[in-house]
């Protein structure tokens, strides 16, 4: 379950202030203490924790009495509102082009799970907003890799744009937004290639791509169960691509939540949406209040 761990930590920390009466300086540094530790477990980026605790401490303790609330429940909120800040605050929606088709890069490292978000997100454009994507295999390098996007096409009744392993990336894109637009699609949705690591080869030829098709959004998928590695890779994206949005995936297994927590604050990038299991119906928008909801309980 995603962020049980910290879940649990964090709930039992809030339990002990939520019915006080009264909540002392004291009370609060003793709970921040506790929350710190709660947060460095999850893998939260500790500059990430280092500001939050700092603006919950003086949110906590120069905030006006609110009559409605007991003074625990009011520390409570505070958490609450900082860390829903802490993921974004609003929802941050989906490019869509003035003119279509939309042009959506997916991007990320290999295993991330790319191109299973890639046929997600088709799937939900159809589905939640009436749209007609174009899904398109980039990733020439892994012939595998082509196979699971058309396979999942099949699977979605949708058409994937593939010229096999021979052709070059940036060409196979450029074509593939001409013929969208010719077919008129909407949405064009290309699955671009991933390696293990992020290394210069891969980035360069991202970064043509982005000349050659200008895209409307460029979304990174990260695993989040790799912590604080998935920040550092979501770094290195934006620095040299200047990402737009990021896809965090198997966060039904994340149990410590440090990647979606620390991804904003670090890279200044909006969490999108959420992978939450492998079925092709298991993308959600992310919704940073409803995380932080779900995270305190
Ligand atoms: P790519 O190499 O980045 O294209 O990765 P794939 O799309 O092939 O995904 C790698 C693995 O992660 C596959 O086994 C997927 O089923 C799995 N996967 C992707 N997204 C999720 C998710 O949100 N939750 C879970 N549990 N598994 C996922």
């Known amino acids: ?29 003793e709970m921040m203490r506790e929350v710190r530790l709660a947060l460095l477990e999850a893998d ?52 869509v082009a003035q003119k279509p088709p939309t042009v959506v890069m997916m991007v990320g490292l290999q295993g991330a799970g790319k191109t299973t978000t890639t046929a997600k997100l088709a799937n939900h454009l159809r589905k939640k907003h009436n749209r ?3 899904l398109v295999a980039c990733d020439v390098y892994r012939p595998a ?4 996007l058309e396979t999942l096409g099949k699977q979605l009744n949708m058409p994937v744009f593939s010229k ?48 050659a098709v ?20 979501a770094e290195s994206f934006n620095n040299q691509l200047d990402v737009t949005g990021a896809v965090l995936t198997k966060l039904d297994g994340d149990t410590r939540g440090g990647a979606a927590i620390s991804i904003k604050a670090v890279t200044n990038t909006p969490i999108k949406f959420a992978g ?12 940073p209040d409803r995380m932080a909801s779900r995270i305190l309980g």
């Open 44 to 95: 939260v980026n500790f500059k990430v924790v280092k500001q939050f605790i700092a603006n919950v401490k003086e949110k906590a303790l120069g905030q006006e009495v609110m009559k409605s609330l007991t003074p625990g429940q009011q520390v409570i909120k505070v958490v609450n509102e900082e860390l829903t800040a802490l993921m974004g605050a609003e929802q941050s929606k989906i490019a």
């Open 132 to 134: 007609k994507p174009l």
């Open 214 to 233: 200008t895209p409307d959004e460029i979304l990174l998928v990260v695993d989040s169960m790799t912590g604080q590695d998935a920040v550092n890779v």
């Open 164 to 211: 096999g392993t021979d052709a070059n990336p940036v060409d196979i894109a450029k074509e593939a937004v001409a013929a969208a637009k010719a077919e008129h699609h909407d949405y064009v949705l290309i699955d671009t290639a991933g390696r293990l690591h992020v290394d210069e080869t891969l980035m360069a030829e991202l970064q043509d791509m982005k000349a």
């Open 1 to 29: 379950m995603a962020f049980e761990g910290l879940a649990a930590r964090l709930q039992d920390t809030l339990t002990k202030i939520r019915g006080k009466g009264k909540v002392s300086e004291q009370d609060i540094k």
């Open 145 to 148: 890799a082509i196979q699971q």
């Open 276 to 287: 939450m299991g492998e079925k092709i119906d298991q993308l959600e928008p992310f919704h």
